[in-house]
């Protein structure tokens, strides 16, 4: 099945690398404008160079998704490059500690909030009164298999990915008929970001998968491609695990 996104217009948090570039990739390929954002313009650059294929339907716009005003900057912008915002995907994250949740400081506890979890509300509010309460549209969150449970040392990180996957319900049911909203909840994936986890025990951690492997971006940017289409346009306020087999398991993973 071909999915076509002619005419849309995606913005894609996180987008410079892992996940969020791959999302992006996938999207542009199926023909929607993209607007591709994280902290570094930097790193932007260079992303939109590998996507140069695409040319004027790929843009790029600097802002930190912690910040309310840069999520209101983001969509603006998005706005005035393209004239329309029809999907949002909420990619970036962080997680700056691991250990105990009773010994993290509160810099770290609030930062990790801000982005994994309250970023969701910033950046779908100015979605939503810029574009999406007219016009309708669809949003997609990353979560985490991290939120289904419990584990030891990313144990806030996991928290924050849990309130992803209940936003993803909350704002499913208020901002329906309109606008839907799933979720992916990947396993563990290949991502700089993740590096920590996977570098030194990735043949171990993978003997554990039932595809015995672990994910690479462009396993959940397939399934994000699919979310955000019309093959998916009576499904809302689902999160689609895609892990590997990884939750199947008794030892549970870490995404």
Not at 93 to 101: C, R
Not at 105 to 120: C, F, G, H, M, P
Not at 183 to 198: D, F, H, K, S
């Amino acid at each position: 099945m071909e999915i076509l996104l002619t005419g849309k217009t995606a913005v894609v948090t996180g987008a410079s690398r892992g996940i969020g570039l791959a999302i992006a990739t996938r999207l542009a390929e199926a023909g929607a404008n993209v607007m591709l954002s994280s902290r570094s313009q930097e790193n932007l650059d260079e992303a939109a160079g590998t996507l140069a294929q695409f040319g004027e339907r790929i843009a790029t716009c600097a802002a930190h998704v912690g910040r309310p005003a840069d999520a209101e900057r983001l969509v603006a912008t998005t706005m005035d490059r393209f004239g329309r915002l029809d999907i949002l995907v909420n990619n970036a994250a962080t997680n700056p500690y691991f250990g105990p949740l009773v010994e993290i400081d509160d810099v770290r506890l609030q930062k990790t909030y801000e982005i994994n979890q309250a970023s969701i509300v910033t950046h779908t509010r100015a979605a939503w009164n810029a574009a999406m309460k007219q016009n309708g549209g669809v949003i997609l969150n990353v979560a985490s298999i991290g939120g289904l449970g419990p584990e030891p040392g990313i144990g806030w990180y996991n928290v924050t990915k849990a309130a992803v996957i209940h936003l993803t319900k909350q704002l499913a049911y208020e901002l329906g008929p309109h606008v839907r909203v799933n979720a992916i909840a990947p396993g563990l994936v290949r991502t700089e970001m993740a590096r920590g986890l996977w570098e030194r025990h990735e043949e171990k951690i993978a003997s554990h998968i039932p595809l015995r492997r672990l994910g690479e971006p462009d396993d959940i940017a397939t399934m994000a491609l699919m979310l955000v289409s019309d093959a998916t346009s009576w499904m809302t306020g689902q999160v689609v695990v895609v892990d590997g087999g990884t939750v199947n398991q008794p030892t549970g993973g870490v995404g």
